[in-house]
């Protein structure tokens, strides 16, 4: 069955000598993999539309065992991202990312949409390339299902204390006046991030706001700093792995 389906390209490995298997990040589909047979021929009319973050129409045969791409147009490119390389580290982190997180065989176009937006922002240099990374690392993991409750304190339900702290294991909130009320050996409280105002308030806009909205705030340089250590953090406990191409970002950086 031939289908056609928009999406993003987000990984690719070389089979044989001419063809490659592609990820993309489909609208319809989800992650799905799909055989480019001939693509590193020259003459290959499937090259410039499938390479590595490349937003494409695809026309993909959906066969019993894999599929087969038949043919691509070009969206957008991101062309300019591709000619620098600290962007070009980040968007592969992004892609990483979403590749972990994002499911196969079910529509994602959230996910999608955050990707193309984000990636939008970054060519564009609209946003400081760490406030997206934040933003992206913390809203990807709230779409896979692993949103925290930042509403209030999980204890005595205050929305907003002078002290605040956010525990990752948990995934909760937790203020001063209650933490000091847990016993010092309490498994919850074993890693704790102490949060000023702006950093709360930005978690809780990354998590909670509508699609069109979770890029309109800025941070100062000591806020995002912490911000980035949060959501960096927080994605790597639940995903319990490290990602190659961050650690290349953060070299670059």
């Keep these: 069955m031939l289908i056609k389906t928009q999406g993003i390209v987000i990984k690719q490995r070389s089979i044989g000598e001419s063809d490659k298997m592609l990820t993309i990040l489909t609208k319809d589909y989800g992650l799905i993999e799909v055989s480019a047979r001939g693509i590193k021929k020259l003459k290959s009319q499937l090259a410039g539309a499938s390479q590595i973050l490349c937003y494409s129409d695809f026309y993909i045969f959906q066969g019993k065992k894999y599929n087969v791409l038949n043919s691509a147009e070009t969206i957008n490119s991101f ?55 934040s933003i992206y690392e913390f809203r990807c993991m709230s779409l896979a299902g692993f949103m925290p409750d930042l509403v209030c304190c999980d204890e005595c339900k205050e929305y907003e204390k002078e002290k605040m702290y956010f525990l990752p294991l948990e995934s909760k909130l937790i203020c001063d006046d209650c933490l000091r009320k847990l016993d010092a050996g309490d498994e919850r409280i074993r890693f704790k991030y102490t949060l000023g105002a702006s950093v709360l308030q930005s978690m809780r806009h990354i998590i909670y706001s509508d699609d069109e909205k979770v890029f309109s705030f800025n941070l100062k340089e000591d806020s995002l700093k912490k911000l980035n250590f949060i959501t960096e953090n927080y994605v790597k406990i639940y995903c319990e792995r490290e990602f190659k191409s961050l650690d290349v970002y953060k070299q670059m950086i």
């Design 79 to 133: 062309y300019d991202l591709r000619l620098d390389v600290k962007k070009v580290a980040l968007a592969s982190y992004f892609c990483d990312l979403t590749s972990y997180l994002a499911p196969s065989g079910e529509r994602s176009w959230v996910y999608l949409r955050l990707l193309l937006n984000t990636l939008y922002l970054l060519e564009n240099d609209k946003k400081d390339m760490n406030l997206l990374k």
